[in-house]
């Protein structure tokens, strides 16, 4: 399946498998995250943002702790403009040419409770984005989680209490992150509601893509 090179649930699920990559990598040599912080000249808290492929960190962070591996030259090949995604007319333009090409796949995690959280992360980015340029937005979305601690659900009292927290005092980053506290408190937000209908479409074929697969070709020569 081809999407666009700029779709926020891709760019979220490459960050993740990079972070899932570093990782593995870090693991495999033996590494402590004490040890790999130290490498990397980061702290402990960072690094575990950077292999939970957080997109809080700086790309010079993700940098630091690539480094820190040995695997800079990884990078090299999308330094030098190599990689693009497929669409119709590259596939068209390369049909007639000899260069030899690689393909990368990048698809979701498909198990249920993975790819529902993709999705709600997503939700939940492009809904913070549109609170901190829309104040009315931000009102809405507090009415909204009102109504709902009016009702008096006790299942779901404690995560609503700390939204009123978040959304008083903007405190996006409790939401966004990969921690299993931010997942459950994006299963009981009230933020979604200020999505269009059409934004939320819109992030759901993203995710259907995603579980087919995006694919990226690599050229042979980097003066594509």
Do not use: C
């Not at 693009?84 to 040419?97: H, I, L, Q």
């Amino acid at each position: 399946m081809n999407a666009s090179s700029d779709s926020s649930v891709l760019l979220l699920q490459l960050l993740l498998q990079l972070g899932d990559r570093l990782r593995r990598l870090r693991k495999s040599r033996g590494l402590s995250t004490m040890e790999m912080a130290s490498r990397a000249g980061i702290s402990r808290p960072t690094l575990r943002a950077v292999e939970a492929g957080d997109p809080t960190p700086s790309m010079g962070t993700y940098l630091k702790v690539i480094s820190a591996l040995g695997i800079v030259g990884d990078l090299a090949l999308l330094a030098a403009g190599g990689m693009r995604p497929v669409t119709s007319n590259t596939a068209a333009a390369e049909a007639s040419s000899d260069t030899p090409l690689a393909r990368i796949v990048v698809s979701a995690d498909t198990s249920r409770h993975r790819i529902q959280d993709l999705q709600s992360l997503a939700l939940h980015e492009e809904a913070v984005r549109r609170v901190r340029a829309d104040p009315v937005l931000l009102h809405q979305a507090k009415a909204v989680l009102q109504t709902w601690l009016n009702a008096g659900d006790q299942r779901s009292a404690t995560l609503w209490i700390e939204w009123k927290e978040i959304l008083e005092h903007r405190k996006w980053r409790k939401a966004l992150g990969r921690t299993q506290r931010a997942q459950e408190l994006r299963q009981a937000s009230p933020m979604t509601a200020v999505l269009p209908p059409e934004v939320r479409k819109r992030i759901l074929q993203e995710v259907r893509d995603l579980k087919e697969g995006v694919v990226f070709e690599i050229a042979g020569r980097a003066s594509q």
